[in-house]
């Protein structure tokens, strides 16, 4: 690990022992080195976090924040994602083998900018698809994309995702696998095909592409693809027309598929009966564990269903230090050359020092110029695979639902949500999408729920769902805040068909890429257009009677 400057700063002078490290190098955020990254960024031309300078910029998706973030990436980067990638392909490939075919992917690139510096910046993911050792690696793992690169890089993500799903239906019979980065993106994907199969399948007809595609470089792309084909165009139709409520729609479009892949666990999880319900049979394999600033886990289990989903950490892609969740913040005296001061750091353990059954925060210090970074995420270790942890995902840190004493994280909200959803259920209903805020503007505060679902539901049920809600927060000090008013009844505020569309679209134009993106599923303060596109989308109110 190159850690030129750093090893100024804090002194390290050429050690490199973990104990000199952890004892001179803090824990930080990644506010505490924006700095750095910017001046990376503006083109400093000494070294700043590695030795070698960083050429290209990774943007987060800034879903779960509000705000995109820059993260330096680099080859070392490109590098550990490809051996994350070959190592859970590995695994799958012994229990699901797929044959020499195509993947629909549903991938897209964001637009990349150059930064004041001239070093190109672009989501995680798109930085990736960039690069050519992803397409030789994707071939090797019998893995390409059926879509060309122009629907892939495409300015538009409407567009490119009509073209992929046209790819997908002209390549039905090769396709291996349905993917993506995250399973978002799948349901998304399918949600569309619903809404306009017809035109696709008269697109198959004529062979010629309709007008709702209009960058030249997609149409002459797709042109190439795409020759008069009644019968496939017939055989779709009678698929689509012989299906109820659109289940068992991928096997039923694509008779080879023999898994459907991408990230399913965390904030994923609220996506995953709609994907089983277009899957039918078909295995769901969740995808690794990975950040914009860099890879954690591959998962070497896929086997198991996502819900039960593990993550092997790959010791030698960085170094990775956990703080224990359960333990209490320590006091530490700080020598940092002549100055001493007192800092209150919580102690991280090293990866082989982790517990079965305990919650962690996660640290890297990895190849991207990242050093004893707190990355905001829960993990559960599960077991051990020889020596590493299997982690299970559990919530973002700071993703958290607080008034009084109370603290509920994304995990709560998403389990009283899928609960009080199953009373919509039985009237063949679905919760789309879903998010959160606390309303302090009354007094006391309370919790709000925003909910878009798919059809009509009853004044009677709703109200039923938002009592189920209130009564599905299990945290300790939410529910005693409750029980004596210091906490007002939980809100379920339901929004207008088309209202979380809006959200991503406010997403994608700050330059965000479909491949990453997040619902927010707690709308803080700072994250206010967010906040306002669901505020001017409620149809309708209801509060709780359950306390
Ligand atoms: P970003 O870099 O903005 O695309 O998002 C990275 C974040 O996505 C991580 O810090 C996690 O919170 C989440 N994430 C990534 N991979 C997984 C996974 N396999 N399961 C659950 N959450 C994940």
Not at 355 to 377: A, H, Q, S
Not at 472 to 489: C, H, Q, T, W
Request: hydrophobic share 40%; charged share 20%; with cysteine.
């Amino acid at each position: 690990m190159d850690a030129l400057s750093i090893c100024k700063i804090w002194g390290l002078n050429g050690r490199t022992d973990p104990e000199s490290f952890k004892a001179c190098v803090p824990l930080v955020t990644h506010k505490d080195l924006e700095p750095c990254i910017q001046r990376v960024a503006d083109g400093a031309f000494s070294p700043i976090l590695t030795r070698k300078p960083i050429t290209t910029i990774s943007i987060s998706s800034g879903t779960t924040q509000g705000k995109p973030k820059f993260v330096p990436f680099n080859d070392e980067l490109m590098e550990t994602t490809l051996q994350i990638f070959r190592t859970s392909f590995a695994f799958r490939n012994k229990e699901f083998p797929i044959e020499n075919g195509r993947a629909l992917q549903f991938i897209y690139s964001s637009k990349q900018i150059k930064t004041k510096g001239g070093l190109f910046a672009g989501t995680a993911t798109s930085n990736v698809f960039r690069n050519s050792q992803f397409r030789k690696a994707m071939k090797a793992m019998q893995s390409e994309c059926c879509s060309p690169d122009e629907v892939i890089f495409g300015p538009d993500f409407h567009q490119s995702l009509y073209c992929h799903l046209l790819c997908g239906l002209i390549f039905h019979e090769e396709i291996q696998l349905v993917s993506s980065t995250f399973a978002y993106s799948i349901v998304l994907a399918f949600r569309t095909f619903e809404q306009v199969w017809e035109e696709l399948c008269d697109d198959i007809r004529e062979g010629v592409l309709r007008s709702r595609i209009t960058f030249p470089s997609v149409r002459s792309a797709m042109a190439k693809l795409l020759k008069p084909n009644p019968e496939l165009a017939d055989l779709i139709e009678k698929k689509c027309s012989g299906l109820s409520n659109w289940y068992g729609l991928i096997p039923e479009l694509f008779p080879n598929v023999k898994y459907i892949y991408g990230i399913m666990t965390g904030c994923m999880e609220p996506y995953l009966k709609k994907l089983r319900h277009y899957a039918a049979d078909v295995p769901l394999i969740s995808a690794d564990y990975g950040s914009s600033e860099g890879w954690i886990g591959a998962n070497i289990n896929p086997s198991l269903p996502p819900e039960s989903a593990t993550y092997a950490v790959l010791p030698n892609i960085g170094y990775f230090e956990f703080i224990p969740l359960k333990e209490n913040v320590e006091e530490h005296m700080q020598d940092n050359g002549n100055v001493s001061f007192l800092s209150m750091e919580p102690k991280p353990v090293d990866l082989t020092e982790v517990r079965v059954g305990e919650e962690y925060e996660v640290i890297i210090t990895n190849f991207g110029g990242l050093y004893r970074y707190k990355l905001g995420d829960v993990v559960k270790v599960m077991g051990f695979h020889n020596s590493t942890p299997e982690l299970k995902f559990v919530c973002r840190r700071n993703v958290m639902l607080a008034i009084n004493i109370d603290k509920s994280t994304e995990q709560d909200l998403q389990l009283a949500v899928e609960e009080a959803a199953k009373l919509i259920a039985k009237e063949k209903l679905e919760v789309i999408d879903f998010s959160s805020n606390v309303d302090v503007s009354t007094d006391p505060g309370h919790y709000v729920v925003f909910w878009e679902i798919s059809g009509e539901v009853s004044d009677e049920v709703l109200t039923e769902c938002c009592n189920c809600l209130d009564r599905s927060f299990v945290d300790g000090g939410y529910v005693s805040s409750r029980k004596v008013d210091a906490i007002g009844p939980l809100e379920l505020r339901v929004v207008r068909r088309g209202t979380f569309q809006k959200i991503l679209d406010h997403y994608l134009g700050l330059g965000a890429a479909l491949s990453q993106f997040k619902t927010p599923r707690c709308v803080g303060p700072t994250n206010n257009e967010v906040l306002q596109i669901l505020c001017d989308n409620v149809a309708k109110n209801y509060f709780s009677t359950a306390f």
